[in-house]
């Protein structure tokens, strides 16, 4: 009576052939071993079938036979009744098959224990089952666990590299920062050259026609150098922006290199 449906079962034999067999006050009769067992099981002193409470004044007591208050030693084949002597030679029972209870219950035992084999084939079914999705709820959790680190690790090195792309970036920008500081001071030192070179030719216009023609070839060779081309004196920013969003909700062009390498990590 270990499973619930082995206790059916024998609590439906019960009710028909009886080992030691025992009657409660609720009429309900049982085998004295099937209805011990399932007091222990409950923890409570009740009827398996009606529910009603037993206690210490409502004792267990032996069944008898209802019309003789003899022994039941008999079973009727017909009938399905376990019977008296009594009973077994009187009118209601002629021509009737008895077996001794020993006998009966034996024979049902056997059936019981046929009937119970598709049931304890169904159990180790379902629990070869349980074992499997056991098995495979761990491996489950085993590869999503393991996945899990995978992305952690593939994300982490992304990062990091990012960091690193940002810190070269800003590195860059401020590079060309210090440049284009440069290139300004220059660019003021030239202005004063040619203001310098521009007064110069001035007074040269005004020189005698002697003076102007001697000198004509070295002012013709500082006016060609000072009209080189200016230089691009502000950061192309641009450059140093990679996938960000605009204010107008497009997004920057992205470094050709930067997407090659961050492509390159995700896979």
């Excluded at 034996?106 to 009937?115: G, R």
């Excluded at 074992?131 to 992304?158: N, P, W, Y």
């Excluded at 070839?217 to 000072?226: A, F, G, H, N, T």
């Amino acid at each position: 009576m270990d499973s619930p449906d082995e206790y059916d079962i024998i609590r439906l034999l019960c009710c028909q052939i009886k080992m030691d067999p025992v009657v409660l006050s609720c009429s309900h009769s049982f085998c004295r071993v099937c209805l011990q067992q399932f007091w222990r099981t409950k923890e409570t002193q009740e009827c398996p079938v009606c529910g009603r409470r037993s206690s210490s004044d409502d004792p267990i007591c032996e069944q008898l036979c209802s019309l003789h208050q003899e022994k039941l030693d008999f079973f009727c084949l017909e009938d399905k009744q376990p019977v008296c002597l009594v009973c077994r030679d009187s009118q209601k029972h002629i021509n009737h098959t008895f077996k001794p209870i020993s006998e009966a219950v034996s024979s049902y035992k056997e059936e019981l224990i046929t009937a119970l084999k598709p049931l304890r084939q169904k159990l180790k079914c379902c629990e070869y089952i349980q074992g499997k999705c056991v098995h495979t709820v761990k491996h489950i959790k085993s590869q999503a666990d393991h996945t899990e680190r995978q992305i952690k690790q593939q994300f982490e090195k992304l990062h990091q590299f990012l960091r690193d792309e940002e810190e070269a970036t800003i590195t860059a920008l401020r590079e060309e920062e210090e440049q284009k500081k440069q290139m300004i001071e220059k660019l003021n030192r030239d202005i004063s050259a040619l203001s310098h070179t521009i007064k110069y030719m001035e007074e040269m216009m005004k020189a005698s026609d002697v003076y102007f023609l001697k000198e004509f070839p070295v002012s013709m060779e500082r006016v060609q150098i000072s009209s080189q081309p200016d230089p691009q004196t502000l950061i192309d920013v641009p450059r140093y922006l990679a996938t960000c969003p605009s204010e107008s909700g497009r997004r920057c062009r992205t470094s050709s290199r930067t997407l090659l390498i961050v492509s390159h990590q995700l896979l």
